[in-house]
Nanobody, 112 residues
Framework: QVQLVESGGGLVQAGGSLRLSCAAS????????MGWYRQAPGKQRELVAA???????NYADSVKGRFTISRDNAKNTVSLQMNNLKPEDTGVYYC??????WGHGTQVTVSS
């Protein structure tokens, strides 16, 4: 059974930083596509950052240069370092595996 558990969300002022973590079980983050998505109020869920199946990385244009996705194969976790946060980064952030499995999400709120 695949489980993804996100942590690290919270309230931060614009310009601040947060680090999200996704702990995976039942699946190896080393060998599958893993990603972070977000959903803002009234908007569709969108891709923020991801490791592809070929281990390359993809980023939404809006976060390039500010967010970094990484993974720890030993701990079987995927993290998202978010710097220089903006109010438009506010939303629920979800961890995803193989474009199939989802975590329950963690709230990120950026105040102006």
């Amino acid at each position: 059974q695949v489980q993804l558990v996100e942590s690290g969300g919270g309230l931060v002022q614009a310009g601040g930083s947060l680090r999200l973590s996704c702990a995976a079980s039942g699946i190896s983050v080393r060998i599958v596509a893993m990603g972070w998505y977000r959903q803002a109020p009234g908007k569709q869920r969108e891709l923020v950052a991801a490791f592809t199946i070929k281990a390359t990385t993809n980023y939404a244009d809006s976060v390039k240069g500010r967010f970094t996705i990484s993974r720890d194969n030993a701990k079987n976790t995927v993290s998202l370092q978010m710097n220089n946060l903006k109010p438009e980064d506010t939303g629920v952030y979800y961890c995803n595996a193989r474009e199939t499995f989802w975590g329950h999400g963690t709230q990120v709120t950026v105040s102006s």
